[in-house]
């Protein structure tokens, strides 16, 4: 157990809707991360958050936006849903800005499947 | 911006043979380097890093990799594998710039 949670686990939703992912970092833990899984294009670095601010930005849609809020915790926002967007989207959190040096703990991810 | 490469999408190996999984990285400016492991249905963790110092690093469940600025390269090699290693394997590597990338994963099956 890495002491990051996310919910839900899974999220099965339609096209063109939205849907929010959450995600609690290790107690202590100031930055937050967010990757996207797929089979396609493998694991994608998203978005960092150090302690509410964005220190880094990834291959992240405009569709898609996130916040860390004042407890630390993370939500990620997908919004106008396409096919193409079901993945396992993982949470990470670390205790330093530097996302090339800290070790990063894992989340056990969030499965979202667009039908 | 640095790019990591692992040569192997799968590995098939018999239970207590050695293993090594490959991994290369090309970048301008000093790197970091590290190795995760995806067991099944999990998220990934952390097996080994170099920052800097000695170019030889060990990790959990005895795993070690070598850094090898000549042939940038940072391969991953345990002596003796069991079937609970059977995972996928990611390579990545860091800098100062805030930046980080992942390999693609080398998947690990690990034979009776």
């Known amino acids: 157990d890495s002491g990051v949670t996310q919910t839900p686990k899974h999220l099965i939703t339609a096209t063109g809707q939205r849907v929010t992912l959450r995600c609690s970092p290790r107690?202590?833990?100031?930055?937050v991360y967010w990757y996207q899984q797929s089979l396609d294009q493998g694991l994608q670095f998203l978005i960092q958050?150090?302690?509410?601010?964005?220190?880094a930005k990834g291959n992240i849609l405009e569709r898609f936006s996130a916040q860390q809020f004042p407890d630390l915790h993370s939500e990620l926002n997908l919004s106008s849903l396409e096919l193409g967007d079901s993945a396992l989207y993982f949470c990470?959190?670390?205790?330093?800005?530097?996302?090339?040096?800290?070790?990063?703990?894992f989340g056990p991810g969030t499965r979202l499947t667009v039908l | 911006a640095q790019s990591v490469t692992q040569l192997d999408s799968q590995v098939p190996v018999f239970e207590e043979a050695p293993v090594e999984l490959r991994c290369n990285y090309s970048?301008?400016?000093?790197?970091?380097l590290f190795w995760y492991v995806q067991y099944p249905n999990q998220g990934l963790q952390l097996l080994l890093k170099?920052?800097?110092?000695?170019?030889l690093v060990k990790g959990i469940n005895g795993f070690e990799a070598e850094f090898n600025k000549s042939q940038t390269s940072f391969h991953l090699r345990k002596p003796s594998v069991h079937i609970s290693d059977t995972a996928e394997y990611f390579c990545?590597?860091?800098?100062?710039?805030?930046?980080?990338?992942f390999g693609a994963g080398t998947r690990l099956t690990v034979k009776p």
């Open positions: 990470a959190s670390s205790s330093q800005t530097g996302m090339g040096t800290d070790t990063q703990y």
């Open positions: 107690s202590g833990d100031l930055s």
């Open positions: 958050y150090y302690n509410g601010e964005e220190r």
């Open positions: 970048s301008s400016v000093s790197v970091y």
């Open positions: 170099y920052l800097s110092g000695s170019t």
């Open positions: 990545a590597v860091g800098s100062n710039n805030n930046d980080m990338r």
